[in-house]
T-cell receptor, first 116, second 113 residues
Framework: GAGVSQSPSNKVTEKGKDVELRCDPI?????LYWYRQSLGQGLEFLIY????????KSGLPSDRFSAERTGGSVSTLTIQRTQQEDSAVYLC??????????????FGPGTRLTVT | QKEVEQNSGPLSVPEGAIASLNCTYS??????FFWYRQYSGKSPELIMF????GDKEDGRFTAQLNKASQYVSLLIRDSQPSDSATYLC?????????????FGTGTRLQVFP
């Protein structure tokens, strides 16, 4: 079946502009995660959605970052007033059973954001 | 101290050898442990998970977990050039209010013919 999809695949924006990144999780997956990966670095957790529960926003680096998930499916990550340090690959993942001790997060192809 | 630590490498091994990748974590209450493989320019893909002390084998891959030492490792037997990638260790922390994973920075593995 279809995997996690993200759009756009690449985004170049000027410093100070706002950007929106979209994630479409695997159908039926109730949990959705956003991570970012800077060049040569591991994945940094940003935000987690599970069903109708309040999201875990503990990883958002500043109030310029926000995310929403509409209808329990598609999610949008918004970065306002982008800065050069926001340049990274933004990865979305979804999973089916987050309440079990072990589970698999399936990752999308990512959006490469470049802030000039 | 980082929450999840890995040697960045590169770890270079000859084809056919055993590659040993190591990871330590700081949260003693961590529940589950994962190894992801990431090819250059691609997104991570899950190789193995483990949540009980001991060894877990899946084909050429063996994950080892020692909770007392807060240590998890991945062994790749009969390494192939196609195994060349960055291997990310990820840990699910004890916090029951979230299912986020904490990732290490990854170890780059190079398997040469």
């Amino acid at each position: 079946g279809a995997g996690v999809s993200q759009s756009p695949s690449n985004k170049v924006t000027e410093k100070g502009k706002d950007v929106e990144l979209r994630c479409d999780p695997i159908s039926g997956h109730t949990a959705l995660y956003w991570y970012r990966q800077s060049l040569g670095q591991g994945l940094e957790f940003l935000i987690y959605f599970q069903g109708n529960s309040a999201p875990d926003k503990s990883g958002l680096p500043s109030d310029r970052f926000s995310a929403e998930r509409t209808g329990g499916s598609v999610s949008t990550l918004t970065i306002q007033r982008t800065q050069q340090e926001d340049s990274a690959v933004y990865l979305c993942a979804s999973s089916l059973a987050p309440t079990t001790p072990h589970y698999e997060q399936y990752f999308g192809p990512g959006t490469r954001l470049t802030v000039t | 101290q980082k929450e999840v630590e890995q040697n960045s490498g590169p770890l270079s091994v000859p084809e056919g050898a055993i590659a040993s990748l190591n990871c330590t974590y700081s949260d003693r209450g961590s529940q589950s442990f994962f190894w992801y493989r990431q090819y250059s320019g691609k997104s991570p893909e899950l190789i193995m998970f483990i949540y009980s002390n001991g060894d877990k084998e899946d084909g050429r891959f063996t994950a080892q977990l020692n909770k007392a030492s807060q240590y998890v490792s991945l062994l790749i037997r009969d390494s192939q050039p196609s195994d060349s990638a960055t291997y990310l260790c990820a840990v699910k922390p004890r916090d029951y209010n979230t299912d986020k994973l904490i990732f290490g920075t990854g170890t780059r593995l190079q398997v040469f013919p």
